[in-house]
Structures are given as structure tokens and as C-alpha cells.
């Protein structure tokens, strides 16, 4: 399983590519609006760092739109930009079209089986589950999750599957076990899944045990 950080923000974006754990980056619309640059000066800044998957969102509404639009983004970073695309009936038709052209695309606002079927149908590249928001819904995400990737496997899709909208460590463990292909996550709780109570308290103790050491 793959890492990303689901993040605009360069300093986060920057922390966490230096530990060389992050293959690939996600943003959304909401993300790059905490930032003050525009979503091309956010390419730009992002492809500074990152040499991996950069999935940008089109904002637009209509499928002429939406691909005068992605093209655009594209332009900026062929080689990282990956085209997020709404799970819409005119976003899907566009996830064929910048397939077909070979540009990278990822569906996003995921949050069914069948969705993600649609999705990978249309060759997607990526197709990004929510978690957090169905589990906020009271849906079974997991199982959704689950029948994704069994689906996947057994057609032999090449989609490959981001599980998004990640809320703790407890989730990213659960995404693993699953067997999502990725998993996008915040940079806190990336910071969180490093550190351990356990491992603080073990660390204090192998210090002052240090220093009863024989010099
Ligand atoms: O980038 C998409 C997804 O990760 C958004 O998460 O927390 O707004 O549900 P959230």
C-alpha cells in the first residue's frame, strides 16, 4: 500500500516528503482554498517538491468546461498532474476522454461500489473512496472497501484505489488491512501514526537507564 498526503499546503506538503515515505500528493478545491495561491500557483509549488502523482481537482461544471480546464492543469506538470474528476455523469465522460489522450485522471467523491465500478470502467487511473465522510454518514466503509477491492481483483481493473477523507490512524490501519492500493492522509495524522505513548514512555526510561551506564 501506497502513502500520499492529502494536503495543499507546501510546509506540510515539504515536512513529510523529507522522511521519503510519500509516493504521491491529493488535494481538493476546500484544501487549496486554506492556502493563499491560486490552484496553478499550487501545481507549481507542489511539483517543486514532489516528483510523484499530484492530483489537482477541476472545478468547472459542464464536461467542455471541465476539459478546457484540465488541460490547462495538465499543461502545467505533465509528468506528476493527475486530473481529479467529480463522480459525475459529465466527469466520467471526461475521465475517458484524458484517458484516451493518456493524461491521468482520478475520480473522486466516491462513495459506492457501484461508483467505483463506473470509475474503473472508464479507465481511470485512481478512483478515491471517502472514507471518513460514509462513516460520518453511518455507512459500512470497510465493506464497502472490501467489495471495491475484490471487485478490482477480480476483473482485473487497473484503477488502482485511494481511500480519501481519512480521519485517524485507527482508519489507515483499517484501509491496510483492506488492501487499498493507497491511502491519502492528513498531514496530523500522518504525525500521529509515527508517535506512541508507549513509545514515549519507553524512550524516558531508556534514558535514564543511560545514564546509569558504566562510563
Ligand atoms: O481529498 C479528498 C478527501 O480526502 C477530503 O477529506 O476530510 O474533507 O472528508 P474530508
Known amino acids: 500500500m501506497q ?16 522522511l521519503g515515505l510519500i509516493k504521491g500528493v491529493t488535494t481538493n478545491p476546500t484544501l487549496i ?5 491560486s490552484i ?13 502523482p499530484i492530483s489537482i481537482e477541476v472545478t468547472k461544471d459542464t464536461y467542455n468546461e471541465m476539459l478546457e480546464q484540465a488541460l490547462n492543469f495538465y499543461k502545467i506538470n505533465p509528468r506528476n498532474i493527475v486530473i481529479k474528476v467529480p463522480m459525475t455523469y459529465d466527469g466520467l465522460k471526461l475521465c475517458r476522454e484524458l484517458s484516451n489522450q493518456g493524461i491521468k485522471t482520478n475520480i473522486t467523491l466516491c462513495f459506492s461500489v457501484s461508483q467505483a465500478l463506473l470509475a474503473m470502467e472508464s479507465k481511470a487511473t485512481y478512483v478515491s473512496l ?17 467489495n471495491i477491492v ?11 484505489i485511494i481511500s480519501a477523507s481519512i ?4 482508519q489507515v490501519e483499517k484501509c491496510a488491512q483492506y488492501a487499498s492500493d493507497i491511502v491519502t492522509i492528513p498531514y496530523q495524522v500522518l504525525k500521529d501514526m509515527i ?17 546509569k551506564i558504566v562510563k
Not at 480521519?167 to 485507527?170: E, M, T
Open 3 to 18: 502513502l500520499f498526503i492529502d494536503s495543499a499546503n507546501i510546509s506540510e506538503i515539504k515536512e513529510v516528503s523529507n
Open 33 to 37: 482554498s486554506k492556502t493563499n495561491s
Open 40 to 52: 496553478d500557483e499550487t501545481i507549481r509549488n507542489i511539483s517543486s517538491i514532489v516528483d510523484g
Open 130 to 146: 471517502f472514507i471518513g465522510r460514509l462513516l460520518d454518514d453511518n455507512q459500512d466503509a470497510f465493506e464497502i472497501l472490501n
Open 150 to 160: 475484490k471487485i478490482k481483483h477480480i476483473y482485473n481493473f487497473q484503477t488502482e
Open 167 to 170: 480521519r485517524n490512524v485507527k
Open 195 to 211: 508517535t506512541n505513548s508507549l513509545t514515549d514512555k519507553g524512550i524516558i526510561k531508556f534514558k535514564e537507564d543511560a545514564l
